[in-house]
């Protein structure tokens, strides 16, 4: 739209699946993205794309589990851009196919510290920025809302995920600042694929959806754009599910 004014924002995760498929509808949408990721390659891709689409991206490396990692790509994207009008929260690992017993404390402490304490690091980077206004998506689970067996690392930080959601909605509610969580089910992405391959995981989870299948990652993603929007401008400390009816 001729004279409007820039949205600037990050998404973390962007290399692939919903983080990527965000990126590139916030950049249809006129914004610049910084796409962050751990791998750098899949950052300059989801970058790439976005470019040759007309928009405009930066790919930034990330590991949002060590603090200094999350400042600097933060400080990088606010250098580019001169400000932060949104931030997009993806990242994270999975952890499966143990029960809470089989589960070693380093490998507890693993899922929680990338899951839960990196999206504590990027929320206590972030929020500063948007002060005055602006808008945070956590991207939680169906698993931040109730249980996923033999996933205990996984369910404990997501719903820490959605906890901080909250807490950091109301806090920073009198300074204009809207924090929400989606909460994914099952969703088609490279990382998903992983998980199910050489099973029948994925008829599995068709089977127990109600809607019979498992979602894209552009309709996660447009839960994501459309909480970061002014149409959600009164909309603070949810946690949505986007998962084919699973929750009800």
Known sequence: MSGAVRRTGLVTGAGSGIGRAAALEFARGGAAVA???LDADAAAETA????KSGGEALAVTVDIA?????K???????????????????AGMASHDRQLDELTLAEFDRVLGVNLSGTFLC???ELPLLDGGGAIVNVASNGGLYA???APAYVAAKHGVVGLTKVAAVDYAPRGIRVNAVCPGPTDTPAFDRIAAGTDLIARQEAITPLGRMARPEEAAAAVVWLCSEAAACVTGIALSVDGGRRA
Do not use: M, W
């Open 35 to 37: 796409v962050l990721d």
């Open 48 to 51: 790439g794309l976005i470019g």
């Open 66 to 70: 060590d603090e200094q990692s999350v």
């Open 72 to 90: 600097a790509a933060i400080g990088r994207t606010v250098e580019v851009y001169g400000g932060l009008d949104f931030a997009v929260n993806n």
């Open 123 to 125: 929320l206590k980077h």
């Open 148 to 150: 996923i067996p033999r």
